[in-house]
């Protein structure tokens, strides 16, 4: 019979793992994979941005929103910070993104391991978690392995990003145990759609500002580099909004608007006649090559019923502002999103208000706690998914 048993040895479970410990409990890991953490070595293109110092609640999201604030405070925050300082990581910090000063995400998973090492919590790898009974105590994959508990501790992620051993199975479990689950939508993810002009801007890298419409209506706006493929669009704002539109796009209609021209603050129209006064006597391919990429032009032009070889100053009015358009409202319209395995995240999961926020343990199931992705909220891009998850582990392992 097991104290306390963890599902999952990823970024919630083993942090979970730790506070339990450190409360005098004797602790088991059990973890699919034959290490733990993969998943924590991939984030930040394997540099690891673990926090964010803009702890914001407009950066989380759930159909329960309102409970993230007994999650994601002051207080937690501060312990948080305290608990990656005691373990001895050292952040380097950029525009109030945290990283490990090495830059390495080996650097946090390591540490969080030697933890573990030196509290003696025990880890069982390559065992696959397929089905848990209650009755008295826990009992985990009863026909196979048999491992019996007192308390259990939930902390299998989702289903994205597979390759790291998130499979999915927390749902199941959670529903043969009680819970429901809000369907589950790939989130961080790349956005496609069916342009013919997709091929041609693939590869091209731009700053810009983004805007989402859903059914005509201004939903959210993001900047910052956006990365066109052959498919649709990607890159960090783009991620921030697909979490949105994954969830509503079986529904409603989800557009995309692009402004080119992020930099320019003064009237378009105006900017672009002064323009092109300092550089008479150019086409409007040679105009716009001073601030565009050379596979743009053609497809904003073109889409703007526009001649390269035409010179500003002989466009008629409508003509001009159909070129602002495709210039600073370039619409996209979205049809799909990558799938969970190119997604960083998941929305979805077992609502907030099937759980105690303020320590993790199931309402439904005594003893029972969850953590991390496996719950309804999903982060923003920065350092937020992370920022739950250990949040979420620390919760559980100190009041289990």
Same mark, same amino acid.
């Given at each position: 019979?097991?104290?306390?048993?963890? $599902?999952?040895?990823?970024? %919630?479970?083993?942090?979970?793992?730790?506070? %339990?410990?450190?409360?005098?409990?004797?602790?088991? $890991?059990? =973890?699919?994979?034959? +290490?733990?953490?993969?998943?924590?070595?991939?984030?930040?293109?394997?540099?690891?941005?673990?926090?964010?110092? /803009?702890?914001? *609640?407009?950066? &989380?999201?759930?159909?329960?929103?309102?409970?993230?604030?007994?999650? $994601?405070?002051?207080?937690?925050?501060?312990?948080?910070?305290?608990?990656?300082?005691?373990?001895? $990581?050292?952040?380097?910090?950029?525009?109030? &993104?945290?990283?490990?000063?090495?830059?390495?995400?080996?650097?946090?998973?390591?540490?969080?391991?030697?933890?573990?090492?030196?509290?003696?919590? =025990?880890?069982?790898?390559?065992? +696959?978690?397929?089905?848990? +009974?209650?009755? /008295?105590?826990?009992?985990?994959?009863?026909?196979?392995?048999?491992?019996?508990?007192?308390?259990?501790?939930?902390?299998?992620?989702?289903?994205?990003?597979?390759?790291?051993?998130?499979?999915?199975?927390?749902?199941?479990?959670?529903?043969?145990?009680?819970?429901?689950?809000?369907?589950?939508?790939?989130?961080?993810?790349?956005?496609?759609?069916?342009?013919?002009?997709?091929?041609?801007?693939?590869?091209?890298?731009? /700053?810009?500002?983004?805007?989402?419409?859903?059914?005509?209506?201004?939903?959210?706006?993001?900047?910052?580099? *956006?990365?066109?493929?052959?498919?649709?669009?990607?890159?960090?704002?783009?991620?921030?909004?697909?979490?949105?539109?994954?969830?509503?796009?079986?529904?409603?209609?989800?557009? #995309?608007?692009?402004?080119?021209?992020?930099?320019?603050?003064?009237?378009?129209?105006?900017?672009?006649?002064?323009?092109?006064?300092?550089?008479? /006597?150019?086409? @409007?391919?040679?105009? @716009?090559?001073?601030?565009?990429? &050379?596979?743009?032009?053609? #497809?904003?032009?073109?889409?703007?019923?526009?001649?390269?070889?035409?010179?500003?100053?002989? @466009?008629?009015?409508?003509?001009?502002?159909?070129?602002?358009?495709? *210039?600073?409202?370039?619409?996209?319209?979205?049809?799909?999103?990558?799938?969970?395995?190119?997604?960083?995240?998941?929305?979805?999961?077992?609502?907030?208000?099937?759980?105690?926020?303020?320590?993790?343990?199931?309402?439904?199931?005594?003893?029972?706690?969850?953590?991390?992705?496996? *719950?309804?909220?999903?982060?923003?891009?920065?350092?937020?998914?992370?920022?739950?998850?250990?949040?979420?582990?620390?919760?559980?392992?100190?009041?289990?």
């Amino acid at each position: 019979m097991k104290d306390i048993v963890i $599902i999952g040895g990823g970024a %919630a479970g083993l942090t979970a793992a730790i506070f %339990a410990a450190k409360k005098g409990h004797k602790v088991t $890991i059990i =973890e699919r994979n034959n +290490t733990c953490g993969k998943k924590i070595l991939i984030t930040g293109n394997g540099k690891c941005n673990f926090w964010n110092e /803009d702890q914001n *609640l407009t950066h &989380y999201h759930s159909s329960n929103k309102e409970y993230i604030k007994n999650i $994601i405070n002051k207080e937690t925050n501060e312990e948080i910070l305290s608990f990656f300082k005691k373990i001895g $990581i050292v952040p380097k910090i950029k525009n109030g &993104y945290y990283y490990p000063y090495s830059e390495q995400s080996s650097s946090i998973k390591n540490a969080l391991l030697t933890e573990i090492k030196n509290l003696n919590i =025990e880890i069982i790898y390559n065992i +696959t978690v397929t089905e848990i +009974t209650k009755k /008295d105590n826990f009992i985990i994959n009863p026909n196979k392995e048999n491992i019996k508990t007192k308390k259990l501790i939930i902390a299998t992620g989702s289903n994205a990003c597979p390759k790291t051993g998130s499979n999915g199975i927390g749902y199941t479990i959670a529903q043969k145990l009680g819970h429901q689950i809000i369907k589950p939508y790939p989130g961080l993810v790349q956005l496609k759609g069916f342009e013919p002009y997709f091929k041609k801007w693939a590869g091209v890298r731009t /700053d810009a500002i983004v805007t989402l419409y859903e059914d005509g209506k201004k939903i959210k706006e993001e900047s910052g580099q *956006l990365q066109l493929t052959d498919y649709g669009l990607s890159g960090i704002c783009i991620f921030n909004l697909s979490s949105y539109i994954a969830r509503n796009l079986e529904n409603h209609k989800e557009e #995309i608007s692009i402004n080119f021209t992020p930099w320019l603050k003064e009237n378009q129209k105006t900017w672009l006649k002064n323009q092109n006064k300092l550089v008479p /006597d150019r086409t @409007l391919e040679e105009l @716009l090559e001073g601030f565009l990429n &050379y596979k743009l032009i053609p #497809i904003i032009l073109k889409e703007a019923g526009l001649n390269q070889n035409q010179t500003l100053d002989k @466009l008629k009015d409508f003509e001009l502002d159909k070129l602002i358009q495709k *210039l600073t409202d370039f619409k996209v319209k979205i049809t799909g999103t990558n799938t969970f395995n190119e997604a960083q995240i998941c929305t979805g999961g077992i609502p907030l208000t099937e759980i105690n926020s303020k320590t993790m343990e199931s309402l439904k199931v005594k003893n029972l706690y969850f953590t991390g992705e496996i *719950l309804d909220v999903n982060g923003d891009c920065g350092g937020y998914n992370l920022s739950f998850a250990w949040t979420t582990g620390m919760l559980a392992g100190k009041n289990i």
